[in-house]
T-cell receptor, first 117, second 113 residues
Framework: EPEVTQTPSHQVTQMGQEVILRCVPI?????FYWYRQILGQKVEFLVS????????KSEIFDDQFSVERPDGSNFTLKIRSTKLEDSAMYFC???????????????FGPGTRLTVL | DQQVKQNSPSLSVQEGRISILNCDYT??????FLWYKKYPAEGPTFLIS???IKDKNEDGRFTVFLNKSAKHLSLHIVPSQPGDSAVYFC????????????WGLGTSLAVNP
């Protein structure tokens, strides 16, 4: 069964450093998402991506964040200068959402735990 | 921002009995609701969903009920099994292509043998 994969599973970095979190969405999916969950808090939407551009982003997704689909399979989240409060689980998700389908569930990867020291 | 609320942080049920997990929402623009299950160190796994035009959706042991007037949905698991022990998240989305998910805080279900 196809699945979303994420690497690395755990990333430890120093405050101010840049990190890149990687995701491989399910191959025939068209919409890609990043969410994060700070320990003890809700899962929060960060950004959605479709047709090689951001389709929506949350208030959390400021200038320190960027996303990219550098090739036909990878989807990356970059945090330019990490802060302590960026420590969280980051989940990538994908969804097929074709024009003929009104509702689509999102499929999630296992997450990357980011620890900023 | 409390658009999706799961007011019970935990629930404990005996194996074989019914588990009922509840979720309330405030945004009347939500038209699609999903339940995800999450084990520790794993990502959320899609379980079952319901659109706002329905009031019930069933898939095996799992049934989701939607009461739009009360802005309430529930997930029923019958019969509950020890392998169902996990955190269950309610999520909702508004019509549109993006369909970003708005999440509840989750309910930790323990099914005791």
């Amino acid at each position: 069964e196809p699945e979303v994969t994420q690497t690395p599973s755990h990333q430890v970095t120093q405050m101010g450093q840049e990190v890149i979190l990687r995701c491989v969405p399910i191959s025939n999916h068209l919409y890609f998402y990043w969410y994060r969950q700070i320990l003890g808090q809700k899962v929060e939407f960060l950004v959605s991506f479709y047709n090689n551009e951001i389709s929506e982003k949350s208030e959390i997704f400021d200038d320190q964040f960027s996303v990219e689909r550098p090739d036909g399979s990878n989807f990356t989240l970059k945090i330019r200068s990490t802060k302590l409060e960026d420590s969280a689980m980051y989940f990538c998700a994908s969804s097929v959402t074709t024009s003929g389908t009104r509702y689509n569930e999102q499929f999630f990867g296992p997450g990357t735990r980011l620890t900023v020291l | 921002d409390q658009q999706v609320k799961q007011n019970s942080p935990s629930l404990s049920v005996q194996e074989g009995r019914i588990s009922i997990l509840n979720c309330d929402y405030t945004n009347s623009m939500f038209d699609y609701f999903l339940w995800y299950k999450k084990y520790p160190a794993e990502g959320p796994t899609f379980l079952i969903s319901i659109s706002s035009i329905k009031d019930k959706n069933e898939d095996g042991r799992f049934t989701v009920f939607l009461n739009k007037s009360a802005k309430h949905l529930s997930l029923h698991i019958v019969p509950s099994q020890p392998g169902d022990s996990a955190v269950y998240f309610c999520a909702a989305s508004v019509a549109g292509n993006n369909r970003k998910l708005i999440w509840g805080l989750g309910t930790s279900l323990a099914v005791n043998p």
